[in-house]
Nanobody
Framework: QVQLVESGGGLVQAGGSLRLSCAASGFTFSTYTISWFRQAPGKEREFVAAIMWLGGNTYYADSVDSVKGRFTISRDNTKNTVYLEMHSLKPEDTAVYYC???????????????????WGQGTQVTVSS
């Protein structure tokens, strides 16, 4: 049974840091790309970051108020876990954060929610001003 379990969310003041974890089981973790998405109330789920299974290349959202430079995605294949280190958090980072996994994700498709086969249940991150 495939499972992705996020943890590490919580309430933090603006400028603070959190580390999210995504623990995977039930599939060959090392051959899957893992991504983080987030969804704020009333908004669509949006791509945050991805780490490819082949080569470990990392990619980040590049929109305005980007997480690039503040967030870091990493993976530990020995622990079947992906991490999202978040620093200099802003109130607009408040959202439910989800990890997602798929075997066939490419750089061209990684931002598309519907491309992912597996999703976790999400973890709430709240940043107070």
């Amino acid at each position: 049974q495939v499972q992705l379990v996020e943890s590490g969310g919580g309430l933090v003041q603006a400028g603070g840091s959190l580390r999210l974890s995504c623990a995977a089981s039930g599939f060959t973790f090392s051959t899957y790309t893992i991504s983080w998405f987030r969804q704020a109330p009333g908004k669509e789920r949006e791509f945050v970051a991805a780490i490819m299974w082949l080569g470990g290349n990392t990619y980040y959202a590049d929109s305005v108020d980007s997480v690039k430079g503040r967030f870091t995605i990493s993976r530990d294949n020995t622990k079947n876990t992906v991490y999202l280190e978040m620093h200099s958090l802003k109130p607009e980072d408040t959202a439910v954060y989800y990890c997602a996994a798929d075997k066939t994700i490419t750089r061209a498709t990684m931002r598309r929610v519907y491309e992912y086969d597996y999703w976790g249940q999400g973890t709430q991150v709240t940043v107070s001003s």
